[in-house]
Structures are given as C-alpha cells and as structure tokens.
Nanobody
Framework: EVQLVESGGGLVQPGGSLRLCCAA?????????MSWVRRAPGKGPEWVST????????HFADFVKGRFTISRDNAKNTTYLQMNSLKPEDTALYYCARVARLGLYYVQYSYLTSYDYWGQGTQVTVSS
C-alpha cells in the first residue's frame, strides 16, 4: 500500500523557517518524482515544487523561488521542503504528492491529475 506521511508543519513567525518531511512507503521511491502542493484557506490547490527521481533537478513556483528548496534522500524514502523567509501568505496545508508518470512538461506539474497519491497534509501557519 502506497503511503505518504508529511510532518514538520507548525506555527512560525514571518521571516522564520520550517522544514517539511514526507516519508514514503509501499513503492520504489527512487523511481518517482515527488512534489509539494499547498492549499491555503479559501483557495484551490497550488503547486509549490517538484524534484526529479535522483534529486539533481527541481522546479519551483515563482512565489517560492529563492525562499524554498526541495531535496530527497532515496535511501530513506523521504523528500523534504525547506522553507525560509516565510510570509503570512505561505499559510496553507502542505501536501506531498507522487508524480504519476515521468516525462511531464513543467506546466503539467501544476495539474492535479499529474499525481496519483497524496499524503494527508501538514499545516503551516505563518503569523506574528
């Protein structure tokens, strides 16, 4: 059974940092690209970042470029999202998702249909 379990969310002040973790199980982790998608209150899902299978390539939404980094440890079946310089508008439920197939174009990472498994999400709240 495929499982994705996020952790690391919490309450942080503006300008602060958090590191989210996504522990995967039930599949060959290193064969899949992984993404982070967030959902802010009252808004639709928003793609944040994707990392390729080996961890050597990544993509970011414009609103997090320069502030967030994504990484993965295939030996630990875990992907990470390091979030720095957090802003109140980063407040959201952050989901880890498995990219369903390889070879997607950049724009396709923002399509929810590009993902076949999701975690339960971890809440990030940025507030003073």
């Amino acid at each position: 059974e495929v499982q994705l379990v996020e952790s690391g969310g919490g309450l942080v002040q503006p300008g602060g940092s958090l590191r989210l973790c996504c522990a995967a199980s039930g599949f060959t982790f290193g064969n899949y690209e992984m993404s982070w998608v967030r959902r802010a209150p009252g808004k639709g899902p928003e793609w944040v970042s994707t990392i390729n299978t080996g961890g050597g390539s990544s993509h970011f939404a414009d609103f997090v470029k320069g502030r967030f980094t994504i990484s993965r440890d295939n030996a630990k079946n875990t992907t990470y999202l390091q979030m720095n310089s957090l802003k109140p508008e980063d407040t959201a439920l952050y989901y880890c998702a498995r990219v369903a197939r390889l070879g997607l174009y950049y724009v396709q990472y923002s399509y929810l249909t590009s993902y076949d498994y999701w975690g339960q999400g971890t809440q990030v709240t940025v507030s003073s």
